[in-house]
């Protein structure tokens, strides 16, 4: 099984968020339904890993993060930008929770994080964008503030890779108080 743990946003805001999905080619806009916040990848999971992390996880407690997206930023650099994304307000609400996620994961028996915490929803992969179109939208869109939600759960997903690009699938939730 290939697993992440993450925030997902309403169903309103992420059809918000898709709407977006206009005016950009060599864009793989993610589908409303897969919009997501990460906050510990964790990759390919044997069942009795899987088991371990779930253990953790029901026991985790933090305080549900109110998260904030605004500004629109990419991964990448020059001519290998590959993903484009709306950004979260590092709210220390929100790190607090990355962080306990982090210590379960740990806990579990994963190695690590390695990376620093970026909060963010990807909305597109990119494949060779056009630099001035790219500029455009980000210029369009880098100040739009879209509607706070608060997180009242983490949700351990699947993801399903397929020709047409991962698929997600929540297997668990876990209620925040």
Not at 66 to 91: C, D, N, P
């Amino acid at each position: 099984m290939r697993l992440f743990i993450g925030l997902e946003p309403p169903a309103d805001l992420r059809c918000e968020l898709a709407a977006l999905a206009i005016g950009l080619p060599g864009a793989r806009w993610v589908a409303a339904d897969n919009l997501h916040m990460t906050l510990r990848f964790l990759g390919e999971v044997d069942p009795a890993g899987a088991e371990d992390l779930d253990a953790e996880l029901r026991m985790m407690r933090a305080a549900p993060p109110t998260v904030s997206l605004q500004g629109i930023g990419t991964f990448g650099q020059g001519r290998k930008i590959h993903t484009l994304w709306v950004g979260a307000h590092r709210e220390p609400a929100l790190v607090h929770l990355r962080d306990r996620v982090e210590a379960a994961a740990v806990r579990a028996g994963f190695a690590p994080e390695g990376r620093k915490f970026t909060p963010h929803v990807t909305l597109a992969r990119l494949k060779a964008p056009d630099a001035t179109r790219l500029e455009g939208f980000i210029g369009a869109y880098n100040d739009r503030a879209f509607p706070p939600f608060t997180a009242t759960e983490v949700v351990l997903f699947e993801s399903h890779l397929t020709r047409d690009g991962a698929q997600y699938e929540a297997l668990e939730r876990y209620p925040l108080a």
